[in-house]
């Protein structure tokens, strides 16, 4: 079992950066590959990031590619999205995820746990 905790949302102008953390639990996070998700309310979830168990493989939806970084900790247990350049329309709730699998996936049916998401909201 993995439960995950996102931190580091907030309120930020345009142009700005934010880096959202996923602290996990459970001593089997460092097999599974984890994703990075958003949602804006009234549409569905999305895909931004993910990253495979050795963070050796990442993908990125063509939204945020360039402007988004994913890694992560294998011996903090900590998963990280660094955003720069942020825009209005990445105004939306961040959820951490994490699948029981080494190999990162960009859906979001393939992951097993998620975390309860960060609010991002960037101001024009």
């Known amino acids: 079992q993995v439960q995950l905790v996102e931190s580091g949302g907030g309120l930020v102008q345009a142009g700005g950066s934010l880096r959202l953390s996923c602290a996990a639990s459970?001593?089997?996070?460092?097999?599974?590959?984890m994703g990075w998700f958003r949602q804006v309310p009234g549409k569905e979830r999305e895909f931004v990031a993910a990253i495979s168990w050795s963070g050796g493989t990442t993908y990125y939806a063509d939204s945020v590619k360039g402007r988004c970084t994913i890694s992560r900790d294998n011996a903090k247990k900590v998963g990280s999205l660094q955003m720069k350049s942020l825009k209005p329309e990445d105004t939306a709730v961040y959820y951490c995820?994490?699948?029981?699998?080494?190999?990162?996936?960009?859906?979001?049916?393939?992951?097993?746990?998620w975390g309860q998401g960060t609010q991002v909201t960037v101001s024009s």
């Open positions: 995820a994490a699948r029981k699998h080494v190999v990162a996936v960009k859906s979001e049916t393939l992951y097993d746990y």
């Open positions: 459970g001593r089997t996070f460092s097999s599974y590959a």
